[in-house]
């Protein structure tokens, strides 16, 4: 009894693992690729945000206001500070001497942890300065740190969205490809019936046309090759038939010879 080799993967199941692979590959690649780059955009907006922010205040405690009272100073950076948008706003005023600072802790809320760590946007690029003056006299400097809060926020979202844009999209791909490869591969299942037939012997059995070109190839070939082994077959029997006639008959009157009289009684 003939046993069957079988393998320990199928063919389809090897491309589509092939190609998931490399799939899974380009939309790592270009995810990450995507959040460097956004990364880098978050980390400029907000350094342009910090020196903005530093302009406006240091011109309001130089103009709208009188830099060397403690109290107004006080006023116009709580306003600004309540907005949320600043990490540290500090002000020192050197001709009067005193400072005048606020400062909040870092939060991410709706934002993993993991996520924060893994990012690290630079906090340190995210502070700048400007001069306090009244006229030509230099009254001290603020400095501003901006909130990298919205930055991570906006960070996280989009990582969300490319990565479940990523996953539909691979999902989509491997979908289409599976049935493409069923499509593709469904002639190999008739040569190997095919071939199981010839075993047998069976030369009625024909592969199905295959749709690519070298699959179309070995398809006809099989074919063929069928066709002619069933031709010489039947040529054989009919060989063997005609000489077993002649070996069992008589030439002339068509009855059973002496020899296989001879056979029959032994």
């Known amino acids: 009894m003939r046993k069957t080799r079988r393998g320990i993967i199928s063919l389809q199941l090897l491309l589509l693992l092939f190609t998931g692979s490399l799939i899974l590959l380009l939309m790592v690649a270009s995810l990450l690729a995507g959040m460097i780059g956004f990364r880098g955009y978050i980390v400029e907006q907000l350094e342009g945000h910090a020196h903005d922010g530093a302009v406006a205040v240091g011109l309001s405690l130089s103009n709208a206001i009188d830099g060397r009272d403690a109290v107004a100073a006080s006023s116009l950076i709580d306003a600004t500070f309540d907005s949320g948008r600043y990490l540290v706003i500090r002000y ?11 400062r909040d802790r870092l939060r991410t809320p709706g934002v993993p942890g993991w996520f924060v760590s893994l990012v690290d946007l630079p906090i340190e690029r995210f502070g700048q300065r400007a001069e306090v003056v009244r006229g030509w006299q230099r009254l001290g400097f603020v400095e501003v740190v901006s909130h990298p809060g919205q930055g991570y926020r906006d960070l996280w979202r989009m990582a969300r969205q490319m990565a479940l844009g990523a996953l539909l999209i691979g999902i989509v791909a491997l979908l289409i490809l599976f049935f493409i490869l ?28 295959a749709g690519t070109r070298e699959l179309a190839r070995v398809t006809s070939a099989m074919n063929q090759m069928t066709h002619d082994l069933g031709a010489l077959f039947e040529g054989q029997a009919k060989l063997i038939q005609h000489l077993r006639r002649m070996s069992n008959e008589d030439r002339l009157t068509g009855l059973a010879s002496r020899s296989a009289f001879e056979q029959r009684m032994s």
Do not use: C, H, Y
């Not at 020192?92 to 606020?102: H, L």
């Not at 299942?189 to 592969?207: C, K, T, V, W, Y």
């Open 182 to 209: 069923r499509r593709v591969l469904r002639p190999l299942a008739g040569l190997e019936r095919q071939a199981e037939a010839i075993r047998n012997p069976d030369f009625r059995s024909r592969a199905p046309e």
């Open 92 to 102: 020192k005023n050197t001709s009067a001497d005193f400072e005048i600072e606020r």
